[in-house]
């Protein structure tokens, strides 16, 4: 049975057309869905016939809230849904001022293999359709009664790893026939898949691209990204202007900060040496230890000294706020947690 969620409405309008149903009540069904109605059955104004045919061919993939979590820090919460193959994913949110910003995943676990990513200990199990990405904005917005207006890429997986769904569900999630969220307020972060960054710029979306850069030379990336034995830090420089050029749009590099790994004086002026004059913006993040390795985070001097060199020379610079700390908030941690918790049982 499919999940129509996956469809965009011209699916949805061709599948009423097939069927022989008006072509209307495709934007119908969609209204309903979208105001949080997951029972073909409660849509008042859909006919019995119509509502029978529908429920044959489709079921409406809200995943089930296993567990959750709220930081008693900061205005984090991070839950825990179960798919339908009983496969787990999770997705935190954050609470701005300026509005409820959800961190999504994009696959079930990931393949990536990065050493401070908890995502990636038990490989990837599998891809998330592009309804699944959706539910969990729609399931989390019901959990916590409050639209959500930000949506970050940031979650389990790599997403260009995933390109084709992710794609399809950045056309859903912005459409006005869906969620509704608009092309500036999505961030997609990807661990630097040089080909994929390429056919993302001649997309042209006004979405914002995060690259995790993690290190200012070859030889310390690829202590910690095994992705950095394929692509040259050159190669994501070169497509990272070609992205800027082609989309006019400020990169975002993310670098988490490792103590004696990456946070020295000098590896803050490789990377300002890297950057300056790029339309770009670095955005430092003092990583969460985990339980399954030895990294640990960089102290506070160290990290605001990283700030000062990058700061000196020109290159736009924050420190990312450490989001509930207290409720396993880096990404993968909880699905880990939990299933090793199921296993001891
Ligand atoms: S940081 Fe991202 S790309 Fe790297 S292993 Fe974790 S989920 Fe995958």
Redesign the pocket.
Known sequence: MINILDLNLLELKKWMKINGESEFRAKQVFDWIYKDVWDFEDMNNIPKGVKEKLQSDFHIGIPKLVEEYSSKLNDTKKYLFALEDGNLIECVIMKYKHGNSICI?T?V??????K?????IGG?IRNLSPGEMLAQIMKSQHLIGERISNVVL?????PF?NFDNVMKFLEIVTSGNGLNIGQRHITI???GIVPKIKEFADINLQITLAI?LHAATDEIRMKS?P?ANKYSIAEIIDVSKYYINKTNRRLTFEYALVKDLNDSRLDAENLSNLLSGMLCHVNLIPINEIKENELKTSSKDNVAEFKKVLENNNVQVTIRREMGLDINAA??QLRRSYIKCEELK
């Open positions: 995943s696959q676990g990931c393949r990536m293999g990065c401070f990513c908890a995502s990636t990837m940031m979650g389990s997986g790599e790893d972060s990807t661990c995790s990204m992705i990404c993968g």
